[in-house]
């Protein structure tokens, strides 16, 4: 044999494999073939200098720094029973946009702004008509269309026409 001073040989006592391009382990200093490389394949005596993990907290998603020697499930209930910003047993309020329509007490998640009134309204009193929305001198009739005054108003059979049309190009409808 040419190459008896090449590679080592597997430190592992069940393994002593011949190993060309040898991995070393950066705890024990001790060299290992690619089965034994890992903590956890040689069962390294001083993995835990280098095994360091950082436990995040399942409520607010914060790192929480521990000491070495600390238990990681004893730190994190003490920080989700004092230091949490998201502690269970402080609610925070979901529902937080009440609707402006007198009398109604409905309160919804996200805000729902009329365009025309700029009001906050629930999902039952968001449309214009559903308030008697009157933001500006043009009120808003059931067609949905704002209505004008008489002398500039359009015959509602022409409005009926232009809508009917309107409608049936979006659905995609022959008109006759």
């Known amino acids: 044999m040419e190459f008896l001073d090449l590679g080592k040989h597997c430190s592992e006592k069940t393994c002593k494999q011949l190993d060309f391009l040898p991995l070393k382990c950066d705890a024990c200093e001790q060299d ?55 502690n269970p047993g402080t609610k ?20 729902l702004a009329c365009v025309q009134c700029h009001g906050n309204f629930c999902i039952r009193h968001r449309h214009p008509l559903d308030h008697d929305c009157r933001a500006g001198s043009c009120a808003v009739n059931r067609a949905g269309c704002q209505t004008t005054r008489a002398s500039e108003s359009k015959p509602s059979g022409a409005l009926n026409a232009l809508s009917s049309s309107w409608l049936a190009q979006r659905l995609g409808w022959k008109v006759k």
Not at 44 to 53: G, I, L
Not at 58 to 77: E, M, Q, T, Y
């Open 32 to 86: 290992f073939c690619k089965d034994h490389f890992t903590y956890a394949g040689h069962k390294c005596p001083f993995a835990f200098k280098k095994d360091v993990q950082v436990p995040v907290c399942p409520l607010c998603n914060v790192p929480i720094p521990i000491k070495r020697g600390a238990i990681a499930d004893v730190v994190v209930g003490e920080h989700m029973d004092s230091h949490c910003t998201n």
């Open 92 to 111: 925070n309020k979901i529902f937080t946009y009440q609707c402006s329509k007198e009398g109604c007490r409905k309160k919804e998640m996200l805000r």
